[in-house]
């Protein structure tokens, strides 16, 4: 919070929302009509990223990050800007620089890159699914026939009814 307070102070003409600052409805409202967006993780550490970054992703917006210290090895370095919020004057000095050369448009290609990372492996189902498809590759196929959709229908009917049976035995 120090670095969002120092840079509030700062000259930049930013617009600033979250938890206690700016509060919005919907994360895709402060996100979708910028270019850049502030993305700061609660700590700096391999491996360890957030939403923070992927929504960025997710909404074309380039974060301006400070958070996983490989975030390299998961998405192209032209997707995101790193700063250091330890050394906020040098940080404030990069979101000046972008706001004053802005190179979205040459960063469009790493960013597609990286929305494609986040909808097609680093979401939930495709994640799990990537991680069952690992554990079973050396398994043998299976072929497994299922009866036809009449027959299934058939089958509920039968069960429904049987259940139907059961409770009414179960009455007094």
């Known amino acids: 919070m120090a670095f969002m307070e120092r840079l509030r102070q700062s000259q930049l003409n930013v617009d600033i929302f979250g938890r206690g600052i700016r509060f919005i409805g919907d994360k895709w409202d402060g996100l979708a009509p910028y270019r850049y967006a502030l993305a700061i993780e609660n700590s700096s550490s391999r491996d360890y990223w957030t939403e923070k970054v992927a929504d960025c992703f997710l909404a074309w917006t380039v974060p301006i990050y400070y ?11 032209g997707a995101f800007v790193r700063i250091d919020i330890n050394e906020p004057d040098k940080a404030i ?6 706001m004053s050369d802005d190179d979205w448009r040459r960063r469009l290609p790493a960013l597609n890159e990286a929305r494609q990372l986040v909808l097609d492996r680093y979401q939930f189902f495709p994640l799990m699914c990537d991680l069952v498809d690992r554990h079973y590759e050396n398994e043998p196929t299976a072929i497994l026939a299922l009866r036809k959709y009449q027959d299934s229908f058939a089958l509920i009917k039968r069960v429904k009814r049987r259940m139907l049976r059961f409770v009414e035995n179960l009455k007094p």
């Open 67 to 77: 958070g996983c210290t490989n975030l390299e090895d998961y998405f192209p370095p």
């Open 93 to 98: 000095e990069i979101i000046s620089s972008l």
